[in-house]
């Protein structure tokens, strides 16, 4: 069985081509930034903290690639840098090893959320991984389920991929997936 962030990937890596941009809304430690990277034309990844940025240009860069472009501000300013995109992940939290009192916000993450889906191309997918076993953490994990929840159907598909069974705010996925064009005829 999966576990839930092997299950993102697995859901994004359908989708993307190397034709696509696709976008890291959290680039943390630069594993999905990397992973992305590997598949896409162009990967733009974002966060807030210095950190997270050398240690994601060092991952990258030991992997010699070249398709990533890292922005040192928050994802809810992904709309001046992304036209259209393929695909996007989030991981909703704080970064391991670093400052726990910063933390990604409702706010900004239901802002970054909603112009990335507005961003999205028609297959084009979205990953949410969300731990909320922090300050701070129910609350964003209740807005973006309240967000996702309300997305009209029409043109998007939500699903929810989460352990039953774990103790201790075991982290799980949220999936987007924008429907394909539909013929009104």
Sequence with gaps: MLRPLEMAHQFLAEVVTKEDTVVDATMGNGH????LAGLAKKVVAF???EQALETTRARVGAAGLKNVELVLTGHEQVDAYVEEVKAGIFNLGYLPSADKSVITR?????????????????GGRIALMIYYGHEGGAVERDAVLDFVSQLPQREFTATIYRPLNQVNHPPFLVMLEKVKEYNHG
Excluded: N, S, Y
């Design 32 to 35: 999905d930034t990397l992973f």
């Design 47 to 49: 966060d807030i903290q």
């Design 106 to 122: 409702p706010q900004t993450t239901l802002l970054a959320l909603e112009k990335l889906c507005q961003r999205l191309v028609p």
